[in-house]
């Protein structure tokens, strides 16, 4: 049969952000996906070589605009690790309390996107008037809305007083009745089941051979976690990873939606085991950073990785990012052959892919 | 649509969710870092801000005594206020008003000589 090329994107409503997918089409069915990056690079990894190692963590930050927080708290530990810092406990909690803070806010994204990708422009705003609440909770603890600029190599900058705790768990109360709400119309909602279930599967092996990260490996089976590796007290907060068994769209909805409840939970835990004490260990503003380090974290989206170079000095050498979506690209291509044109916009989405990140 | 009236019902009589900015303006929060107050009473020239900034929204020419501010290129992390040992820079809450043209701020500082005199009379 005569095949067709159609490009998906860099322009397309659901997408937020620029990808380019070339759809070799037979008929309706895409037998292969050819990607094309590069619309939003902006240099980060060259910028951050400018820099001295404490202001880059005002620029990592700005790698994602959803992550911010973690990307910072990444970065931070690297160096943390050059320079020999012992991070005081209560600044490790309060990285816990704001990095799942932001993964919940970014999977409330992620589902008003998905729900509007389905064409429910009512349940889209929905869950962003949720997200909304999670946001003015990251501007009362830190001062900024989405980049919170709160992590610093060292430490934290802001304390959760008790007047704000009390505060956090009083709204993250109200979010979770009205998320509970909102989430079952979109779980259990005939069209979503209809055009997720069997949609875009990635087995079990592929996922692991693809190298799949975060919630595209979980739902398809594999608890894999950058939490379970030991960096911030999550085994103290009692964290297991959340995880679904079908590998289609739906399991990935499926595991995004649970592990907005799953951070809620962490949040709480995290308020109430607290230590007391500093928040920042001092830093040498001219310390020298000298030697490689590396450090896995895991991100809404997935797994980042930062590989930090020094040269003796304030400057650093090399700064590598690599940031979840670029690790789900692969399995995205693995996802789509076989699958119908109109499809293709859900399985996009479902990696909840972050381009901007990926060509940082 | 039984199960939608109650729905129906109480979203017509409920205040819509989002607010009507500009006119409406939601009170900041206490922490907020909204904008960046500059008192150069005080300054030294010490250069602590300039070296903190990661925008180089500040530039300083100690020779001359210029103290430059380019508020467009500022982010509001507040860097400059943590290093200030003279607390000439303060944060404040209220959100920065949008603008058609990038602002550059400039002023003459004049280090006091005052505290150094002590120092050396003593």
């Known amino acids: ?360 | 649509m039984a199960k939608m009236l109650p729905t129906i019902l109480k979203n017509l009589g409920s205040k819509p969710a989002t607010r009507g900015y500009p006119y409406q303006v939601r009170e900041p929060f206490q922490q907020t870092r909204g904008n960046l107050t500059i008192d150069l009473e005080n300054c030294t020239l010490c250069t602590l801000c300039e070296k903190r900034c990661p925008t180089g929204a500040i530039k300083i020419q100690r020779k001359e005594g210029l103290w430059t501010f380019e508020d467009t290129r500022c982010v509001v992390c507040e860097a400059c206020v943590e290093a200030c040992p003279k607390d000439c820079l303060k944060a404040g809450t209220a959100w920065r008003k949008p603008v058609v043209e990038k602002g550059r701020q400039e002023w003459k500082v004049e280090v006091k000589k005052k505290e150094k005199s002590e120092e050396e009379t003593s």
């Open chain 1, 1 to 360: 049969m005569a095949r067709t090329v159609v490009p998906f994107g860099p322009q397309h409503p659901v997408l937020p952000e620029p990808l380019q997918l070339q759809l070799v089409l037979e008929d309706e069915k895409v037998v292969d996906a050819i990607p094309t990056l590069g619309y939003v690079h902006r240099g980060l990894e060259k910028g951050a070589e400018f820099n001295d190692f404490n202001q880059n963590v005002f620029l990592v930050e700005r790698v994602c605009g959803i992550c911010s927080i973690i990307h910072a708290w990444t970065y931070s530990s690297c160096i943390e690790q050059l320079l020999n810092v012992e991070v005081p406990p209560r600044a490790q909690y309060l990285r816990v309390v704001f990095a799942e803070l932001s993964r919940m806010h970014s999977h409330l994204l992620w589902l008003g996107l998905y729900a509007d990708a389905f064409g429910l422009e009512s349940l889209f705003m929905q869950f962003w008037r949720i997200r909304e609440r999670v946001l003015d909770l990251e501007e009362m603890g830190s001062g900024n809305r989405i980049i919170l600029s709160n992590c610093i190599v060292g430490g934290m900058r802001r304390d959760i007083d008790d007047d704000l705790r009390k505060e956090i768990l009083k709204q993250l109360e109200e979010v979770r009745k009205e998320y509970l709400q909102v989430m079952p119309a979109i779980l259990n909602d005939y069209t979503v089941n209809h055009r997720t279930r069997g949609v875009g599967v990635l087995s079990k092996e592929d996922a692991y051979d693809q190298g799949a990260v975060g919630p595209v490996l979980r739902a398809s089976g594999i608890a894999s976690d950058a939490r379970l590796l030991g960096y911030g007290p999550y085994k103290e907060l009692g964290f297991e990873p959340v995880v679904e068994k079908d590998g289609d769209c739906y399991a990935r909805g499926v595991v995004r939606a649970r592990e907005v409840l799953q951070s809620m939970e962490i949040i709480k835990n995290a308020l109430e085991k607290m230590p007391e004490g500093e928040i920042a260990a001092k830093v040498k503003a001219t310390a020298k950073v000298d030697g490689e380090a590396f450090a896995r974290q895991e991100q809404p989206r997935g797994e980042v990785l930062y590989y930090v170079r020094g040269k003796n000095d304030k400057i650093l050498d090399r700064i590598r990012i690599r940031t979840p979506t670029f690790a789900n690209i692969p399995p995205l291509l693995k996802m789509l052959p076989g699958c119908d044109l109109a499809d293709v916009p859900v399985i996009v989405l479902a990696i909840d892919p972050c381009i901007s990140c990926t060509e940082r």
